[in-house]
Structures are given as structure tokens and as C-alpha cells.
């Protein structure tokens, strides 16, 4: 009862101080009136902001957007309170008090400054990318994970976001621990009063309390850390003030080292402001440093002046309890730090001045043993490692809160999410890790390490920063404009140098552990936030189109672009995912007619059939594009893929179509997910490898089968291969294909087979067509196995060696040296060549059916459409085409327009 009241009493006079200040020295802008709603509100628990700026309602415990003040703006923590404060206490630390005298004993004046101004570059470099990125919109709760997640994306944002996490976690440990070490220090059995016991167990029962301490503060909400921090401040200021006071009053004194320093015997001397003393102090002298027994130098004095310049990201983890955090996030942070680099800049040279060399480097709790009040500063030491533990708890917690909120690891989080207000799971959840921590013990071990998580965080968030400064996005508008791509960028360098110079082997650990978490992430679903890294392709890639520009590629480098004419995956799945194959580092475009006029019924139906493609080429995983368009025929929305189709130079080579009488009968797209869902279940990580429901879902967005859904009669399907030709793009046509899993899946399947048809002599490009597309169906899985066999036809008359001979070094020529010539004899009167096309493909056809029961796939040659565009001619010219391929295997029937293949003298 007696120490609540005190409380009471001593903060109401420490609120009554700080408004006569505020009033007096301070714009309201600054301060806002947060002590002044948090002490009249029913509720201590200020409102959080969280969604947009346009939702329904702001959240706070229970209190809808209706309840927000007459004034419009949202209740919630200002400038000084949310950002200020925090940053400023966690900067400080147990730096200011228990390690000034190290670093200036250790590295002198000269290279405490050079130490200090490094150290402040880095962080200050930093704090103008979080500036920019959070005056570029609403920055929600989470702090670094929030800016980090919707810049870089979720892979990013979610791995940095729980190292962060972590390393808040491990911080609030620490800083615990070192609240103990001083409580120990300075009231355990080697201090005079010897009021509390000492040991192992002791330790954690008071890490424990202080713990438990911060918890319930945390649990209040926001506000109570808001007044606990602001309390904590005044006493903190309280304690530099009077250091500052202290070397201008105090005279020279002897002082008694340390009990800790076992190493010196004598009088140690603080001699007030003297010249001596200063010029003592200005060069670097790395001795033995009394605490560890180790030998310090250059690089292990800047680890530990550098920790006391990070706790950027307090305010920032506060983004969510900010009442405008555009505002206070960018500004707080630079006021914090710009205190924070004066104050040691004062603090150094006043030490440098009026402390002896021999004091600094054997009492490094020298200010408590040289102030006019001694026991402010412990106040001050015991104020900034709590303070620093109450921001790191509350940060944490919200971190946390957003990872969860976002599901990144899955809806198992979202126990820890807020429906309103304090995120009560959270706060236990982090309470229970920084337990977990202190039980373990061994907190100086991880020290380090925790520094290189909060460094790897900066770099990353200097890193976005920096892609987006570079993508140049017309919405990339901060309002915050003192920045550029070169700060960014050099700040995560710095960064990232900082981590490698101070700890080579924790630093790359924290690399590998954040390429760890971005590998676990990726295999999740994640949500599409529209990461920096689209734009960031998309300026690359178009950069490198216009270098393409429409000026041919050499023949050298030829490949296929294949446009595959699509109507229903269910009867074409299978042709579609061996087109996939056939592409071989081309472009695939699936391509889709709608017949109808251009209206909003149609476009509708563009989009969702869209839609549905692309779902099922990510679920396939075919590397393609799909594209619908609306036409009043078949024939002219082919025509406008042939003139406008691709980009640039990166146009389809290759058209291809399924045969107008190819059979509708099986359901391809529906055996496949049978088929996939039987093998997924026969695996142990069915999770990452099969979703039967989301194939279904896609399954479902097409039509069932129908065998006349082509809308496509004779005339109009040969024209649109006529086109094809006159727009000089060889043509492909497929046939049963629903066999070529079956084919597939058979042991005794061997081959890949070649009928050309036509003589290379007569109509070399469609030759060099045919053999080039059985290449490289071989060179792609799982054909590799196969033996290519080219059937070339030799007359009665022929020469059957001297025909065979001249295809073997045809195919020499052309590399192909994995294929067998197969000669087979035209047993006719007349030539093949003289025989008319009837003839020649039911020649074919029975050498097929003979020869190719052991066959995956069949490639021959596809005549050309007549002149006559009449419907007789067209019915003539499909029945010819269905006299080569009835009852095959799956076969590819094609015709070149252009020479594919480079010939030995000019492949190189």
C-alpha cells in the first residue's frame, strides 16, 4: 500500500512538472496531450490504430471510430511519447552509464569520435529509409516487419520479421540481465548495505520479477508504457543532468577502484576539468580490459560503442499505438538520435577532460563514484535497462501481433492476433520466450548475435528502400524527401559491413538463418502485397525489350515460341503440358477465342476464363501466358494473335492446334488430378506437393466436355491454318494426345518417331521443322530415355543404302546424333513422290500402326492447305490429315515456313 501511494503521488508531481515545462518551453505539435486523455479516460489502454484509413472502425479496447474525438483525429500515442521516449531510452541504455569509461579509456578521444561518427552514419543512414518508406502510406502495426513485408514482400518480411522478433526477444533478456547485474552490484553481498543474497538461482528470481514487472505494465496497454517510459525518462534526464552538473562542481577526488577489478591496487584519480587530463585522453591506447581479461583493439571497443547507437526501431515497433505514425515514426526517430549523438559528444569530452586515464580504464562505473549524487545514477542505470526492457517486451509483442495477423506461418497464429485493442496472446507469448531465455541463462553468449539480427534488419529495410528509390514507381511519393537510392544503398552496405567487421561468424549465421526462413515462407501460400521486386522486374525486362526491339534473332540462338489455340483443358491437358515441354526456354502462349460481340457479359467472361488458365498453369507449373480475346469468329480473333501477339522480337514462331477431329470422349484435366492426388498420397510432404481442393476449384471454373464446343467447322479451321502460313508461322497440329500418359507409364515405350513425308529436298524448312521439334522433344523430361527413329521412305528403284546414307549425314549435319535412320519401302510402280497425298499418308498411316506400338509421340509432316477455300476443298484436305493420324500414337503433325536448324560450318 505504502509503495503504491508513493507511486501515485510521486508521478501526479512528476505530471503536474511536465505540464508547467510543456506549457512553457514546448509546441503542443511536439507533445500532443496524451498524459492529459490517458489520465481522464475510463480506459488506460489508448486507441491502436490498425487497417486502413478508411475502415469501419479504429481499434481500441472496444471504443468504435464513432467514439473518436469532435476534432477527427485518431486517439493514440504523439511524437515525444510513442517514438521519442522509447528511441531514447533504448539508445541509452547501459551504455551511458556502465560503458563511456571503456570506450574513451580504450580507444581515446580521437577514436571515440571516429568510432561514434561511424556508428552514427550507419544508424543515421538507416533512419532516412525508415523515414522514407513510412511517410509513403499508413504504416500499420509491426513496425519493421510491416515496412519490410509490403516493400520486399512476405518471403522478406516475414523472415526479418521473426529474426526481429527474436532479437527483441533476446534484448528484453538482456537488458534484464544487466538491470540484475547492477541490482546485484549495488545492493547484493560485496556492496555495503549486503542486503540481498547472491547466486545462480537468485539471479533468475529477480530476473523473473523485473520480468513479471514489465508484463503487467505491458498488459495495461500502450498508455501505462507510455507513462512508465515517461517516468523512466525523467529519471533518466534526471541522472544526465546531473553528470553534466557533477563535472562542473566536483573538484578533484581519489576514488577506490572497483571490487570487480581484482588486477589494480591503489587510488584511482578524477581530477575536475583539467588540460592534462584532456590531452591524456586524446589518443587510442588498447590495453587489457578488466571485466573479461581479454586485450581489446580497434574492432571489439566499436562492437560495443555501436550497441549503444541502435534502438532505432523502438518508435517504429510502436507504428501500430501511434496516433499519426507518417509523422512521428520519421521525425521522432531523427530527434531521438540527434539527442542522443549530442549527448554523447558532451559526455565524452567532459569525461576526456576531467578523468584520468587510469580511472577510465579501471572503474568503468566511474560517473556513479565522480556525480554529487551517487545514487541518481543508479537510479539512472537501473531506469534505462528497464525502460529498455519494457520496449523491447511491448515491441516484440506487437511484431508478433502483425506476423500473425498476416498468417505468414500459417492460421495456427492467429490466437496471437487482436480482435481489439492490446494484444493480450501476444504480450503472453513474449513474456513466455524472454522467460525462457532468462531460464536458459548464458545471456553474454547471444549478445552478440542479437546484435547482428537487429544489423541485418536495418540492411534489409535500407535495402527496400533502395528498390523502391530505384523502380522509380509513380506511387512511391514520401513525404519524407531527404533521401535518395544512394543513402539507401548505403546504408545497407554499411550495415552489412558493420556485421562482418564486428563478428564475421554470427554474421553470416544470421544470413543463413534468414535464408532458412525465406525458404520455409516460400513454400507457404502467402499473401500478394505487390512487393517492390515486380517493379523492379519490370523495369529490367522492359529494358531489355526495347535492346530486342523487332530486328530478327539469329538462327544460331532460334527457339520456340509456341502459341497453343486452347477451347477446354479438359480434352486438351495433355497436349498443353507436352507444348510446355516443347517450348524448351521459349515463349508459350495460351491462346483463347471467345465468339461474341464486345460487350460487359463478355468481358466477364474474358476475365474469369482468364483467370481460370492462369490458376491452372500455376498449379501445373507451366511457364506460360494466357491471353483471351473476344471476336465475332474463331478466325479473326487468330488473326489478331498473329498480328499482335508477343512483344518486340519475342513473337510465336509456332502456331498449334488440336485436330478438328480429335476425340472429346476422356476428361484429361480430371485423370490428371486422379492421377497426381494417388501419387501425392504415397509421399511424406503431401502438404508442399498436392492440394487436391485447389485443383478441384480450378477444375471447376471450366466447362464439362463437349464434343462440339470448337464452334469451328472445315472452311474456317483450314483458313486459320492458311493464315497461319501467310503469316510465315509454321503450324503444329495434334492428335491423341488423351494416350500419352498411358504411353508414358508403359515399360516397353522406347522411342520418339520421325515419318518427314516430305522429301528435305523439295521442302527443306519443313524437314528441318520436323527433325528439330523430335530433338528437342528429346533433350526435355521424360523423353530423354527415348531413341529418335527417322523413317525415310526409299522407292522400289532407290538405292535403299544410298537414300539411307544421304538422311544419316542429313542428320549429322544437323547434330541430331542420337537418332537411327529406319529406311521403309514404297512398294509402288511410281515414285513416292508422284503418289498423291492420299496416298503417301495412308502409306504412312499403316507404317504407324506397324512400326510405332512401342512409341511416346510421332512426328510428321502436315500438307499444305489448298488455295481453294471453298468448303469441298477444306472437308478433302481434313480427311487427308485424318488418313495420316487415325489410330496413331499421340502424333505432332507440322509445317515450316523458315530454316530452324544451323548446319555444322555456321552452328558456331
Not at 218 to 227: P, S
Not at 399 to 418: C, H, N, P, V, Y
Not at 625 to 633: L, T, Y
Not at 757 to 777: C, K, N, Y
Request: contains cysteine; proline residues 4%; neutral net charge.
Amino acid at each position: 500500500v505504502v509503495v503504491v501511494v508513493v507511486f501515485r503521488f510521486s508521478f501526479n508531481l512528476l505530471y503536474c512538472l511536465y505540464r508547467v515545462c510543456s506549457a512553457c518551453f514546448f509546441p503542443t505539435s511536439l507533445f500532443g496531450a496524451d498524459l492529459m486523455k490517458m489520465s481522464t479516460s475510463k480506459d488506460h489502454t489508448p486507441l491502436l490504430v490498425h487497417g486502413s484509413t478508411n475502415s469501419s472502425y479504429t481499434e481500441t479496447d472496444g471504443v468504435s471510430s464513432t467514439d473518436s474525438p469532435s476534432n477527427g483525429k485518431k486517439k493514440g500515442l504523439s511524437l515525444f511519447f510513442g517514438v521519442f521516449v522509447p528511441c531514447v531510452l533504448t539508445i541509452f541504455s547501459v551504455i551511458l552509464f556502465l560503458r563511456l569509461g571503456f570506450v574513451l579509456g580504450q580507444a581515446g578521444l580521437i577514436g571515440t569520435m571516429i568510432m561514434l561518427f561511424l556508428s552514427y552514419a550507419v544508424v543515421g543512414l538507416t533512419i532516412l529509409s525508415i523515414s522514407a518508406i513510412s511517410t509513403n502510406g499508413l504504416v500499420k502495426g509491426g513496425g519493421a516487419y510491416y515496412m519490410i513485408s509490403r516493400s520486399l514482400g512476405p518471403e522478406f518480411g516475414g523472415s526479418i520479421g521473426i529474426i526481429f522478433y527474436f532479437a527483441n526477444v533476446c534484448g528484453a533478456a538482456l537488458y534484464i540481465g544487466g538491470f540484475v547485474e547492477s541490482l546485484v552490484d549495488n545492493f547484493g553481498p560485496s556492496s555495503p548495505s549486503g542486503a540481498l543474497p547472491d547466486g545462480t538461482w537468485y539471479v533468475f528470481a529477480y530476473s523473473t520479477g523485473v520480468l513479471l514487472f514489465c508484463l503487467i505494465i505491458c498488459l495495461i496497454g500502450a498508455g501505462a508504457f507510455a507513462k512508465a517510459s515517461f517516468l523512466i525518462f525523467i529519471v533518466v534526464m534526471a541522472s544526465v543532468i546531473s553528470i553534466f552538473v557533477s563535472f562542473g562542481v566536483v573538484g578533484e577526488r581519489d576514488i577506490s577502484p572497483p571490487p570487480q577489478n581484482k588486477d589494480f591496487n591503489g587510488t584511482l584519480t578524477y581530477t575536475g576539468i583539467s588540460s592534462a587530463s584532456f590531452k591524456e585522453n586524446i589518443h587510442m591506447n588498447f590495453t587489457l580490459d578488466y571485466s573479461t581479461g581479454t586485450t581489446q583493439n580497434f574492432q571489439t571497443v566499436f562492437a560495443v560503442l555501436f550497441n549503444g547507437c541502435t534502438g532505432i526501431m523502438a518508435g517504429a515497433n510502436m507504428s501500430g499505438d501511434l496516433a499519426n505514425p507518417t509523422v512521428a515514426i520519421p521525425w521522432g526517430t531523427i530527434l531521438a538520435s540527434v539527442f542522443t549523438l549530442l549527448s554523447y559528444i558532451a559526455l565524452f569530452f567532459l569525461t576526456a577532460s576531467t578523468c584520468s586515464r587510469e580511472l577510465l580504464l579501471n572503474d568503468y562505473n566511474y560517473l556513479e563514484d565522480v556525480s554529487a549524487k551517487g545514487p541518481l545514477i543508479t537510479m539512472g542505470i537501473f531506469s534505462a535497462t528497464l525502460s529498455a526492457a519494457l520496449a523491447s517486451l511491448i515491441g516484440a509483442s506487437r511484431i508478433l501481433e502483425a506476423i500473425s495477423r498476416d498468417r505468414i506461418l500459417g492460421s495456427w497464429m492467429r490466437i496471437f492476433s487482436k480482435v481489439k485493442g492490446n494484444p493480450y496472446a501476444a504480450v503472453f507469448a513474449t513474456w513466455f520466450m524472454i522467460q525462457m531465455v532468462l531460464f536458459i541463462g548464458q545471456i553474454n553468449v547471444i549478445a552478440p548475435i542479437v546484435s547482428m539480427l537487429f544489423l541485418l534488419s536495418y540492411a534489409v529495410v535500407n535495402w527496400a528502400c533502395f528498390i523502391l528509390r530505384l523502380q522509380a514507381s509513380p506511387n512511391f511519393r514520401p513525404t519524407f524527401k531527404y533521401f535518395s537510392w544512394h543513402t539507401a544503398l548505403l546504408g545497407a552496405v554499411g550495415c552489412v559491413a558493420v556485421m562482418f567487421y564486428s563478428n564475421p561468424l554470427y554474421a553470416g549465421l544470421s544470413f543463413v538463418l534468414m535464408i532458412i526462413l525465406f525458404i520455409i515462407i516460400n513454400l507457404r501460400d502467402t499473401p500478394d502485397w505487390g512487393d517492390s521486386t515486380q517493379a523492379l522486374l519490370f523495369h529490367q525486362v522492359r529494358k531489355y525489350l526495347l535492346l530486342l526491339k523487332e530486328k530478327p534473332i539469329s538462327l544460331k540462338f532460334w527457339r520456340p515460341h509456341v502459341l497453343f489455340l486452347v477451347t477446354n483443358p479438359r480434352h486438351q491437358f495433355a497436349a498443353a503440358s507436352f507444348m510446355n515441354a516443347m517450348k524448351k526456354g521459349g515463349l508459350y502462349f495460351i491462346a483463347h477465342v471467345i465468339v461474341g460481340r464486345f460487350s460487359e457479359e463478355t468481358i466477364n467472361q474474358t476475365n474469369a476464363l482468364k483467370r481460370a488458365w492462369y490458376d491452372l498453369a500455376q498449379l501445373i507449373k507451366w511457364k506460360s501466358f494466357v491471353d483471351v480475346n473476344v471476336s465475332r469468329s474463331v478466325r479473326e480473333g487468330v488473326q489478331n494473335y498473329l498480328l499482335s501477339g508477343g512483344m518486340g522480337a519475342l513473337r510465336p514462331n509456332i502456331v498449334c492446334l488440336t485436330f478438328i477431329k480429335d476425340s472429346h470422349s476422356e476428361d484429361q484435366l480430371q485423370a490428371h488430378i486422379e492421377r497426381a492426388e494417388s501419387e501425392a498420397s504415397n509421399k511424406l510432404l503431401r502438404s508442399f506437393s498436392f492440394d487436391s481442393n485447389k485443383y478441384q476449384n480450378v477444375a471447376n471454373s471450366f466447362p464439362p466436355i463437349n464434343e462440339n464446343e470448337t464452334n469451328l467447322d472445315a472452311p474456317e479451321y483450314v483458313s486459320i491454318i492458311r493464315d497461319c502460313l501467310l503469316a510465315e508461322r509454321a503450324v503444329m497440329i495434334t492428335r491423341n494426345f488423351s494416350q500419352l500418359s498411358s504411353r508414358l507409364d508403359q515399360p516397353d515405350t522406347k522411342y520418339i518417331d520421325v515419318y518427314p513425308v516430305v522429301d528435305h529436298r523439295t521442302d527443306e524448312p519443313s524437314f528441318q521443322f520436323i527433325v528439330q521439334m523430335a530433338t528437342i522433344a528429346h533433350m526435355v523430361k521424360p523423353y530423354k530415355k527415348y531413341q529418335i527413329r527417322v523413317f525415310c521412305v526409299v522407292d522400289n528403284s532407290s538405292n535403299l543404302d544410298t537414300e539411307k546414307g544421304i538422311i544419316e549425314e542429313l542428320l549429322k549435319d544437323f547434330r541430331v546424333v542420337h537418332a537411327v535412320v529406319e529406311p521403309i519401302i514404297f512398294d509402288s510402280t511410281r515414285s513416292f513422290s508422284f503418289a498423291t497425298p492420299v496416298e503417301q499418308y495412308k502409306f504412312i498411316n499403316r507404317n504407324i500402326l506397324a512400326n510405332s506400338s512401342e512409341t511416346a509421340v510421332v512426328f510428321s509432316y502436315l500438307e499444305s492447305p489448298p488455295e481453294d477455300q471453298g468448303s469441298d476443298a477444306a472437308n478433302d484436305y481434313i480427311d487427308t490429315i485424318d488418313v495420316l493420324s487415325n489410330n496413331t500414337p499421340p502424333i505432332c503433325m507440322l509445317h515450316g515456313v523458315h530454316h530452324v536448324v544451323t548446319s555444322s560450318d555456321n552452328a558456331v
